[in-house]
DNA sequence: CGTTAGCACTCTCGATGCTCGAGTGCTAAG
DNA sequence: CTTAGCACTCGAGCATCGAGAGTGCTAACG
């Protein structure tokens, strides 16, 4: 586990790593030596290779085959990788320019987001929309559609809209409801589901109705996973290698498919800070599905004001580095959007 | 093109895409026959092959394998099913049952929708929600979020939402705003975007901004491919033994992938009358990429309220028959619900 | 004239056996 | 500690070959 590793052994294990993900195919002591300009021999090589493969970081999948990295050796890698990656400074100017142009639409945002994760990453990628921490009212609108059916147009805090379809005991018409709705606008601004909750004796039976599916909504937007999750790039999974002759991809997609899953995964990544990017690689035991893959995370947004949550899933044999960066990278750009739009 | 089939022939070309759709492997004279009760030797079941393959609804792809329909065969099995065929009963109770759970909103109809063809079909799904032929205005609300910037939400007839952020040159306070909003509401109400557009004289700079915001908004959603196309059942494409192992899968996927194709494509179905199953197999020249797909495409809604469409995208080696009557009868069930929703 | 039995022919698929190359661990010498 | 050398292993790739399935054609039959 917590073995120590050479200097040497390290670079060798970055080098194969390196290796491993361009290529696909396990190397060899000889091999790695051609194509790097390390300073010893073949034998030397292989003897730390030995070493590795003791550790647990490298593997070998036949007995003259190359080597290549156990999920272990991509953790070990990854840690190491966490701290210093950075993109370079061309492609942030880049991305960022992407942001500026697209900055009056917080749909906008996800969709990009996810667009330029994908196609930086080649992996597909899932970003949340940001979302109140804790939602509080602002506005609703009813309006009479027909018959008893009445439309609920709630606005949070921060901008976000809910709309609910009402089915009425009997139909109400226009005046009334818009009558209602100021008086709710009044005595509702700011509150949050319970203090809603609590306007209820003050009502009556419509009131009342309107007030608990406003109470209902409002805390239902407090749990995180409240909207769809974009995604994009989900081609890009098929495209690797290493999943178009496998059906490690048809895992992928199912799951991807899965909004509970996704869900659940995401809101995995609500105990770290933000903009600090976690890896999962190759399911780490408790995501069964998820062997061959790995997953790059992070949550943005302002804690006390709105957070969402953005991140890559990739095959296991991924780019660590530029993919990590340019998760931090977004990450960081839609926590400066978020605290430009929301905090006040 | 045009040949005259007998009847026998017709039966043999069914059988042989029923058999094939099945297995997904050629078939041959006798295996067919031992597998089914033709009332003829093989012989002469042969005879009839070999006729069908000069017609070109057969084909061979080598010398001593079995025969396969062409994607001609398939057109005009296809042709022969769109009159007939229908859903069990019982599986119609089914679907209809999730949908009556369901009736309170738009967007869960649509989920839903998307949920059943994939299921049913096995495989990928899409569905647009359904969206007013010639967006009419009935309300708008206007909020101060902070500083100068402003949500607009606006509410369309049928109670279709559109909202947008609005940066003002200016900080222009709620009460101000309020004012607006209600007497553009008086102003505006049952007008479309050019009727919208014919206020603006009569309003200050800051109204016609928001006039100018609300007419471009009312006649973006006149086309049809305004909203996102919703879709589900993607890794079902991935399950299909035909995709497993060739590439075909990908492109289908990076297709599914793009807005802009999609909307291309369900633009195309905008022709034929509500409730028409329309099928598309293996691209017909047109779509390229779509080699080894096909498409099982309807309009659903109420001309002169709102339509949307769905449809199915999968191998071309696909159960038709099941395909088209599903489609169907989903698209029925969501004319349905239009017509409660839309037509007061 | 449509149908059928028989036959010679073709072609794919899977199994078998082979060599070649890359890679390894080990040992002994520098 | 490093390195050269060596014996050994094992999979990928290629050629060969027989079995099985399917075809078209011809000639006989009702």
Redesign the pocket.
Known sequence: MGTELSE?QGMILGLIIHEYVDTGE??????LLSRYDI??????I??E??AL?RAGLLR?V??????MPTEEGYRFFVRGLLGETELPSDEKRLISHQFYQARADVDEWVRLAASVLAQQSQAAALVTAPHATRAIFKHIELIATHGRQVLLVLVLQGGEVRQHVLSLTEPVDQVRLSELAERINAAAHGRDADGVASLVPSFDTLGEEVLRLISDTLSRADALAAGEIHRDGLANVLEHPDFTHSDAARHALRLLDEQTFLQELLSRVLTPAIGNVQVVIGGEGAWDDLRDCSIVLARYGADGFATGALGVLGPTRMAYGRTISTVRYVSGLMSELVVDAFAT
Do not use: F, L
């Open positions: 040497r396990p190397i060899g002591s000889k091999a300073g010893v021999s073949s034998a030397t292989r003897n290779m030995a493969t070998q036949h007995t003259s085959g190359g080597r």
